[in-house]
């Protein structure tokens, strides 16, 4: 980490498959001096999963956390022809060191995975537990808004 390291949340635009009707949320860590541009995703699962939709619907989807290079991230939902909105956090470098570590940590094989819960255990509600541990404060209202972007833009793709 340097003081020119950014971290962002980032928002992905709906799709028509089960699993993308709702969007998506990352973490993304970019610094342009050293080259580092990873997400930290924890919306992963195994696509062979059987009756992954009755799974997915009922809560017992097993997800988990990944990261990899940003360039392929955006490759996989511009060829989707997704949007991606970034929001830059405002973070001491105290704070983002302290981040990097807590996503490191979660890429353990002993915690990477997850059940999916659709309200309240997700990528985006995981994204804003990370957060709200490293800063101690309760970021809720960013959560609310990002699950608000998100119901929003699936009421606007019923209409």
């Not at 997850?114 to 309200?119: E, G, L």
């Not at 255990?121 to 990370?130: E, I, M, S, Y």
């Given at each position: 980490m340097t003081k020119n390291t950014r971290v962002s949340v980032l928002t992905v635009g709906t799709a028509d498959e089960s699993h993308s009707l709702y969007g998506h949320t990352a973490i993304r860590i970019n610094d342009n001096t050293t080259g580092f541009d990873f997400i930290y995703n924890y919306g992963?699962?195994?696509?062979q999963t059987?009756?992954?939709?009755?799974?997915f619907v009922k809560g017992d989807m097993q997800y988990?956390?990944?990261?990899?290079?940003?360039?392929?991230?955006e490759y996989s939902y511009r060829i989707e022809n997704r949007s991606i909105f970034e929001q830059v956090l405002n973070l001491s470098l105290e704070?983002?060191?302290k981040l990097f570590e807590k996503l490191g940590a979660s890429l353990n094989p002993n915690t990477k995975f997850?059940?999916?819960?659709?309200?309240d255990?997700?990528?985006?509600?995981?994204?804003?537990?990370?957060l709200n541990e490293v800063l101690q404060k309760n970021l809720l209202l960013i959560e609310l808004v990002i699950i608000k972007k998100h119901i929003e833009l699936f009421c606007i793709r019923m209409q």
């Open positions: 992963m699962f195994d696509f059987e009756n992954f939709v009755l799974k988990f956390a990944a990261a990899y290079p940003y360039s392929d991230f704070e983002k060191e997850y059940t999916y819960k659709f309200i255990r997700n990528c985006t509600t995981k994204v804003v537990d990370v």
